[in-house]
């Protein structure tokens, strides 16, 4: 089997201002990678002129391109309005689902949707008390049964997962510790862990870290633009010696 | 007087809800007259109004406009997994 190269970034917030910018960092993607995944957080205040610059910046990439909304993209309560026009653009937009790309005849299977908060074992928010809380939490676990029946029912050579917050605390390191419960949740990870997965990309913390891991040992990687300071990460998912000289 | 931690959360939730920035990934500190905002945002303009709004927020105090402009790198560096 090939070895597949992934390239990821998230919070991009694009917006008028920056129309342009990022498309000229995307020529010759062809050449450095298999596939590009957005982690949410496309725009900066989910307007549907953000939503268009969105779509111009990343349509017609000779690489497919994989999206997740965040809660950026969620501001304007339109987000299945940007949804579709980024359909429109030929990306495809998980919600809380799966898409199997073909690509060089390895399945690569991408499982994911914004993610939620809640905060990280031992020091979470649980499903007590008012329904303000209540709803916080139940909306987060909603989200990690989808993405474990999605993982579940996925039939691929390689599974990705992507998101927008994070589902470990590893990759918040840079991060205030008080704000730890906005920036993700356990519930994600320990679903991801569950059924298995090959890598799980995230966005969301602006001020975290690159490289961290789930308690199952599955690598997690934080592709925030300010994290990773570079126009997209690229990750090679592949067996020892496998098509040695292609990654 | 209002104490500075209560400033500075003000602005932390201006720079988050006013129109013209809905920035939370800057940090605020107040020291005595002074305010210094620290993070990085995708250009100029955004820098400048994020200073404009916490100036707002915070009349009377001096502004210092820490914040750095992500310089977009070229891609590089894969890592094997
Ligand atoms: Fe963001
Ligand atoms: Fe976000």
Not at chain 1, 99 to 128: H, N, P, Y
């Amino acid at each position: 089997m090939s070895q597949l190269r992934i390239a990821a970034v998230g919070d991009v917030h694009l917006g008028e201002d920056l129309r342009g910018r990022y498309r000229s960092r995307l020529s010759g993607i062809e050449e450095k990678a298999d596939v590009l995944l957005l982690a949410g957080d496309l725009t900066r205040h989910g307007t549907l002129e953000e939503g268009e610059v969105v779509a111009e910046e990343f349509r017609d990439l000779p690489v497919p391109v994989v999206a997740v909304l965040g809660n950026h993209d969620h501001h304007s309560d339109k987000p299945a309005e940007i949804a579709t026009m980024l359909k429109d653009a030929g990306i495809s937009v998980l919600h809380d689902d799966a898409v199997v790309l073909d690509v060089k005849g390895v399945r690569l299977g991408v499982v994911g949707g914004k993610g939620f908060g809640g905060g990280f074992a031992g020091k979470c928010a649980s499903e007590f008390g008012e329904p303000e809380i209540k709803a916080f939490v139940n909306h987060t676990k909603r989200i990690a049964d989808r993405w474990r029946v999605a993982l579940k029912e996925l039939q691929a050579d390689r599974r990705v997962v992507l998101s927008h917050y994070s589902p470990v605390n590893d990759t918040l390191a840079g991060e205030p510790l008080e704000i730890y419960p906005f920036l993700g949740s356990y519930l994600l990870a320990e679903a991801v862990d569950s059924e298995g997965a090959d890598l799980i990309l995230h966005g969301h913390a602006h001020m975290g870290t690159e490289k961290g891991m789930t308690p199952g040992g599955i690598r997690v990687r934080n592709v925030a633009l300010p994290v990773l300071g570079r126009a997209y990460g690229v990750y090679c998912l592949g067996e020892d010696g496998e098509d040695p000289d292609h990654c | 007087m209002e104490a500075p931690q209560y400033v500075a959360a003000r602005v932390q939730s201006a720079l988050a809800e006013d129109d013209r920035t809905h920035e939370l990934g800057v940090r605020v500190d107040v020291r005595g007259d002074q305010l210094f905002l620290r993070g990085r945002v995708g250009c100029e303009e955004r820098r400048e109004l994020i200073a404009d709004v916490a100036g707002e927020a915070a009349p009377g105090l001096v502004v210092h406009n820490e914040i750095s402009v992500v310089d977009v790198r070229e891609p590089g560096g894969e890592e094997k997994l």
